[in-house]
């Protein structure tokens, strides 16, 4: 078992910068997969970002080149950069640590991101 915390959300202004933050209730980076996603008004949850248990990173098309996740070992901490950001960016964000070998989820309760003028 594992829990996962999110935090960092807020209001920012198109072309600013935020930086979300994932705590797990221990360190899981070697072997648990963590993802962010997002999930805005009326939409469909989708994937933002994610980081295998052997540290590779995938980024939805959207994101590329504005988003980065790294990884704080000492804090059991994972991070979200999240640059030049733009109003479809608003969404609730989520943390998900996913437990590859018995393919079980751990979801967060998300963190309010919003992107406006």
């Known amino acids: 078992q594992v829990q996962v915390e999110e935090s960092g959300g807020g209001l920012v202004q198109p072309g600013g910068s935020l930086r979300l933050s994932c705590v797990t209730s221990?360190?899981?980076?070697?072997?648990?997969?963590m993802g962010w996603y997002r999930q805005a008004p009326g939409k469909q949850r989708e994937l933002v970002a994610y980081r295998t248990n052997i540290d590779t990173t995938t980024y939805a098309d959207s994101v590329k080149d504005r988003f980065a996740i790294s990884i704080d070992n000492a804090k059991n901490t994972m991070y979200l950069q999240m640059d030049n950001l733009k109003p479809e960016d608003t969404a609730v964000y989520y943390c998900k640590a996913r437990n590859v070998i018995r393919q079980q989820d751990f979801w967060g309760q998300g963190t309010q991101v919003t992107v406006s003028s």
């Open positions: 221990r360190n899981i980076f070697s072997t648990y997969g």
